[in-house]
């Protein structure tokens, strides 16, 4: 055993693999469901804008939903 000072153990080495695989995907998935969000909250107030722009195009007039 002599010069196996410092160096991870097989099976401890293959836990950080996994250890860090698993945290890259956690971290990947985080990131696509935050893109998502600010995608869906784009969409909503490009959305709202357009509305908004319709409205204006009306001429003002007021427009009653029975």
Known sequence: MI???GVVGE???QR???FCAIG???SLYMVAVERQ???RQRTISEGL???DGASDKSGGED???N
């Open 16 to 18: 950080i693999l996994w």
């Open 63 to 65: 427009v009653k939903l």
């Open 37 to 39: 969000a600010h995608n």
């Open 49 to 51: 804008r357009d509305l």
């Open 24 to 26: 890259s995907a956690i």
């Open 3 to 5: 010069g196996s000072r």
């Open 11 to 13: 099976k401890w080495s």
